[in-house]
């Protein structure tokens, strides 16, 4: 069963650009080890089962409260900057300092 309430997140460099473009990080997140196949294969799997049963879009922005999603903000993102910060990644959990990228997600499934 999927829902329509979009939840906003904020997520590192490495998800924003697995959510966009579908890229693994070059390397490990926790060590800065460069990845060999089974290593970004193990990240990979790892963020999937992590999400599973989430959709994730980014380019989005922070509703304001009560503020509804259009299939439009759905569709092309809300742009705004990222910001650095401490807080883990909420796609990740990497606790890493580093950019934080403003992402949404809502459930989906069967």
Do not use: K, Q
């Amino acid at each position: 069963m999927s829902t329509n309430e979009t939840h906003d997140a904020s997520v590192c460099g490495d998800c924003l650009m697995w959510i966009a473009n579908g890229e693994p990080p070059l390397s490990d997140p926790a060590t800065g080890a460069d990845f060999n196949e089974e290593g970004e294969a193990a990240w990979v799997d790892a963020w999937v089962t992590r999400n599973a049963g989430t959709y994730w879009v980014c380019s989005s922005r922070p509703t304001a409260d009560g503020e509804e999603w259009t299939d439009e903000d759905r569709y092309y993102g809300r742009d705004v900057e990222s910001c650095f910060s401490w807080s883990p990644c909420d796609a990740c959990g990497s606790t890493l300092g580093g950019d934080r990228h403003p992402a949404a997600w809502w459930e989906v499934g069967a």
